[in-house]
């Protein structure tokens, strides 16, 4: 889990850099090929999203939402996660 943390944090995904956006999506959508479960993309406003619920399904019982955009980071190693 540590190591797909790490490379998870060091996508700079900000809204300077779409494409570490794309990328970070890449990386996720991936992550979850080895799972079963079901994923889906949509993109809004130029931004991707992805979708994974345990069944084929628009309409989840339960839904969780989270985001992988963030502000820039104001310093030269925002974006090299560390472990302390």
Known sequence: MKIFLKKLLSFETTVYKPD?????????????????VHTRRYEKNGKPSLVVTNTFTK??????????????????????????
Do not use: R, T
């Not at 570490?20 to 079963?36: H, P, T, V």
């Open 59 to 84: 309409k989840p019982k339960i839904f969780l939402n989270g985001h992988i955009d963030v502000v820039p980071g104001d310093y030269p190693k925002a974006f090299e996660p560390y472990q302390k």
């Open 20 to 36: 570490k956006l794309n990328e970070a999506i890449d990386f996720l959508d991936s992550f979850f090929n080895d799972y079963d």
